[in-house]
Structure formats: C-alpha cells, structure tokens
C-alpha cells in the first residue's frame, strides 16, 4: 500500500479520485511530485502481482506516470478511508485500435475501442469486493458496461473475477491478447451493409473467403 502524504490528502477529499494524461501535465498536478511517485509505485506492484517482466527480466509495469501524462488514459485510484489512510487499488482504461475475430471468424475493425488495461487491489484487500467497487465505479464513469469493453491480456484473476461479477466467460483469443467478449458481439446491431458485402455476396465471391472486414 502506498501511505498518502499531506501533499496527496489534498487531492483525495474522496476515496476515489480520476487523473487523466493532461491533468496531469499541468498544476496542481504537475508540481505534486507524490502524485508522481504514488502512480509509479502503484503500477509497479500492479506489474509484481501480474508478473510482467521486460526483455531484462525486470518488472514492466503498464501504468507509469510519465505514460500516462503523454497519454489520453485515465487513471482511477481508490484509497480506503481509515486512518492511515493509504491508496490500494488503481484502473486504468484507455482507446485502442484493436483487428478482432469474433466467434463466426468474421474480422471487426474496432475503432477507438474503450479497453480495460490494468486492473490491480492490494494483496491485503483482494477478495474483499474492492475490486468490484472500483471497477463499477469506473462503469459509471465512463458511462459503460462491462461487456462493452476490451481487456488487455486478462489474468486468471480477472477473468475470474468478470466471470463471477458480470457473467462474462466466452471469448475468442486472439494474437493481440486482448479480450473481447463474445457478449460484445451479440449486443451490437446487425452491421450495415458495406460495398464489400455487396461484392461478397454475388455468386463468383471465393468460396472459402469466409471473413468479412467491417
Ligand atoms: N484467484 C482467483 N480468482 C480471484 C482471485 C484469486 N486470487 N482474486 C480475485 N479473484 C476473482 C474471483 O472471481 C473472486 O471471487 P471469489 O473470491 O468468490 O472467488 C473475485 O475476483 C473477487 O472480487 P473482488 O473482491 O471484487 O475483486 P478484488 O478486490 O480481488 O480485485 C483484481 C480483483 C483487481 C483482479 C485483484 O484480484 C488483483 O489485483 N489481482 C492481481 C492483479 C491482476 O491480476 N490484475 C488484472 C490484470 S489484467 C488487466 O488489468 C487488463
């Protein structure tokens, strides 16, 4: 857990509290360098618990701060509310250009796609329901639902754990690693018709050319 200074109290009148890339390229946010530092330390254990490692085997975090300033991402980080108070969870999400195969084999162009990129509570408070309360949080916020969203290499935790809050198990996998569940798919409207699908349609189409670009 990460202890929040005097400085950091200042920002977190509430439990949970939203930084995006450009508050935090200007002040207050910019002059706080706990702000900094808390994000960096958080995304680092988020990095431990998921086991990420770079090509020198040290931990690779995904949430950086100086990342996430030159990003457009948004950063939810929840502290509990006791005394000492200290931060236990970070969510992060952001817009990704994602090529996906859905369960017909029919390839989505998904444009700007709201994604799920790290997700991580302190080993301390795991199981608790934290996660659940940060992550509907989130929900709200983005004015979104769990199915609407891509998750970028899900753990076993995750999967779990959106199996069990929001119902959510089937997907497709694909060589980006990202997560689209098949729910996605189906809540969607019927795609309109493309000249592409016109050209697919006629008789002389490849017969074997069963993939459709949207
Ligand atoms: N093993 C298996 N499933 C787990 C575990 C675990 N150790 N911990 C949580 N879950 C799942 C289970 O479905 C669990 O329900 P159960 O206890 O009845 O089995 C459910 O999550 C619990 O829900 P919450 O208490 O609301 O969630 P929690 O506070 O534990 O937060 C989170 C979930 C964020 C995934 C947390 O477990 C965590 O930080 N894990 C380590 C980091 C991680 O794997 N993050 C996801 C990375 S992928 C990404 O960000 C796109």
């Known amino acids: 857990m990460v202890d929040i200074s005097p400085q950091l109290a200042r920002l977190f009148r509430e439990d949970l509290i939203v930084i995006d890339g450009s508050a935090l390229r200007r ?31 040290a931990v690779a975090p995904v949430t950086q701060s100086f990342k996430l300033a030159g990003s457009s991402e948004r950063l939810y980080i929840l502290a509990n509310g006791d005394s000492p108070r200290q931060l236990i969870g970070i969510l992060k999400v952001g817009r990704k250009n994602l090529f996906h195969y859905d369960a017909r084999g029919t390839m989505h162009q998904l444009q700007d796609q709201p994604s799920v990129l790290d997700f991580y509570v302190h080993e301390a408070f795991q199981r608790g329901g934290v996660g659940l309360s940060l992550f509907q949080a989130m929900l709200e916020h ?8 891509a998750y970028d290499r899900p ?9 069990k809050h929001y119902h959510l198990a089937e997907f497709v996998p694909q060589q980006n690693n990202f997560v689209v569940f098949n729910r996605f798919f189906e809540k969607r409207a019927a795609p309109k018709q493309t000249a592409y699908d016109s050209v697919a349609a006629r008789p002389l189409t490849a017969r074997n050319n069963r993939r459709r670009f949207q």
Do not use: C, H, Y
């Open 155 to 163: 753990s076993p935790k995750l999967i779990g754990f959106l199996r």
């Open 142 to 149: 983005e004015e979104t639902s769990a199915e609407a969203l």
């Open 27 to 57: 002040p207050p946010l910019n002059q706080i360098q706990e702000v900094a530092t808390a994000i960096d330390e958080m995304g680092r254990r988020s990095g431990i618990a998921q086991g990420l490692k770079g090509p020198n085997g």
